[in-house]
């Protein structure tokens, strides 16, 4: 191990050394140096800072703090705890900029410039981490769209452990001026208080800040606060072309308001929706059936919902056993009731809109079922692992001309199977793969019966994945894959499954 530390000490000594040809003084802990930077009005400056280098270099930046700007300069953003936060979190460390001294004090120059102009056009809506003090342990949860056009008193809501409050969208006037009485208790309204402050062009840090943010509404919010029936702030702000929600506790120190800096975040489908991805505007009107809605559909189901798709239809006849929850997406809590209702149980635990999941506990048997269920939904999946089910739903989607996507894991989960019906011209599906005598029937489940697959979890993901990508490609319209695509999860005794490999029945695009 010495090796590798001797080239981090290396590191870190060549950045000293850099520095001390720049001008720097070195006490053994911080350097101390010069830089000049550009004032807008004034020209140039000659600023002088600290830069230490922590143990995580060069990994991570050294810390700069400002000791003199050189002339006068009012500091608002992007300085954190002394600090000057000149790089994120989202710069790479291959590159590692912090490194090279010139680059360090050429970025420290511009962060000067920036900051004499009063950051124009910086749109980072993080107000949060410049109050100053303790951090409210609890995080307060609220909808920003059903908060919407709301201002002054709204009620909260606290969870049992007291680990989260919840903002409701519920106004409330201003309770009247509360007065101790001998012999009574003045009661807390675990209210909170809405206030727009519009654009900001500095951070707030304390109470003081806030209450001067507050304009006339100041004088109410530090009655209620010193009452004892506030419990939030909520402010609204504008930065570039963004919207930030600042939230801060309120308490008192010493009988003065004070205010704690909180975790906030918006429960809105908006905000959960930011992570579905790109593609998820284009799959908010389509429609999709899921037939078996067991293991494969079950995750099916799920990674469809979160990429954007509203519009299921669930259908499996099957209850969920407690045998079933290791292979399925719904946990043991929802054993006993049917496989779609659970799945579907399980989508709405998300926090988002399941309205238009619907659930049938039944299968699909016959030709009319089947022929409707194509002409009426974008795209069918037959997840069944049913040989005549597949058979079915392959022949309505050749008479309809309908999308069909049939998965299923093969081999005790070696090989992962997908397959789009009807065949486009010139298409033609892989040929089957051949059972494995050895694997047929060898697992049984008490008090049931039937044969169960040695199909390990990972191995459904894996085909649920697979599927769910094939899906995806014919809702969006790009359609770039071919008919069949089948990945060895695990090499097999026989060619052309005895390699990991992806077969597609178009060569182009194995992989």
């Given at each position: ?76 953003f ?14 790479p ?40 003090g ?36 519920t ?24 206030a ?24 109410t ?17 504008r ?36 992570r579905s ?13 899921i ?24 259908r ?53 079922t ?61 040929s ?46 790009e ?7 089948l ?25």
């Open positions: 191990m010495s090796q590798p530390f001797g080239e981090l000490a290396a590191a870190r000594a060549d950045l000293r050394r850099g520095l001390e040809k720049c001008g720097f003084d070195d006490d053994g802990e911080v350097l101390r140096g010069p830089v000049p930077w550009t004032h807008p009005s004034t020209g140039i400056a000659m600023a002088t800072i600290d830069v230490t280098i922590l143990d995580h270099f060069p990994f991570g930046p050294p810390r700069v703090e400002l000791v003199d700007a050189g002339t006068p300069l009012d500091l608002t992007h300085i954190q705890d002394g600090a000057l936060c000149l790089w994120d979190n989202t710069d460390a291959t590159d590692a900029p912090w490194t090279d001294p010139k680059r360090i004090l050429e970025r420290v120059a511009g962060w000067l410039t920036q900051t004499a102009r009063g950051w124009p056009d910086d749109d980072d809506i993080d107000l949060e981490r410049y109050v100053e303790a951090v409210d342990p609890r995080m307060v949860l609220y909808d920003e769209m059903e908060l919407e056009g709301l201002s002054g008193c709204v009620e909260t809501k606290i969870d049992a452990h007291e680990m989260t409050i919840t903002v409701l969208p106004a409330r006037g201003v309770p009247p001026s509360q007065r101790h009485k001998k012999g009574t208790q003045r009661t807390r309204r675990h209210l909170a208080w809405l727009d402050l519009g654009h900001v062009a500095r951070p707030l840090t304390g109470w003081a800040d806030t209450e001067a943010a507050l304009g006339d509404d100041a004088v919010v530090r009655r209620l606060v010193v009452q004892g029936a506030l419990d939030l702030l909520l402010l609204r702000y930065r570039g072309g963004r919207t930030g929600m600042l939230v801060l506790a309120t308490t008192k120190l010493n009988g003065r308001p004070a205010v704690r800096r909180c975790e906030a975040a918006d429960t809105s489908e908006v905000s959960r929706r930011l991805g790109p593609p998820s505007a284009e799959l908010v009107d389509r429609k999709v059936a037939v078996g809605c067991g293991a494969v559909g079950s995750f099916m189901a799920d990674m469809l919902f979160r990429d954007g798709l509203r519009h299921l239809d669930l499996d006849p099957q209850r969920l056993r407690p045998g079933n929850v290791i292979r399925h997406l719904a946990g043991d809590t929802y054993v006993g009731l049917s496989k779609v209702v659970a799945t579907k149980a399980h989508l709405g635990a998300t926090g988002l809109d399941v309205t238009h999941v619907d659930t049938h506990v039944t299968s699909v048997t016959d030709p009319i089947a022929i409707n269920m194509l002409q009426t939904h974008d795209l069918v999946v037959d997840a069944t692992a049913d040989e005549r089910t597949t058979s079915l739903l392959s022949w309505a989607a050749e008479q309809t001309g309908r999308t069909l996507v049939s998965v299923a894991v093969m081999r005790g989960g070696g090989v992962a199977r997908v397959d789009r019906f009807p065949l486009r011209p010139g298409e033609q599906h892989l089957p793969v051949p059972l494995r005598d050895d694997l047929r029937g060898s697992y049984r489940e008490r008090g049931c019966g039937d044969a169960v697959s040695p199909t390990p979890p990972s191995a459904v993901v894996a085909a649920a994945e697979l599927a769910t990508e094939l899906s995806l490609d014919q809702l969006s319209d359609r770039r894959f071919p008919a069949t695509i990945r060895v999860i695990r090499p097999q005794p026989d060619a052309p499954y005895d390699k990991l490999a992806t077969l597609t029945s178009n060569p182009r695009l194995a992989k």
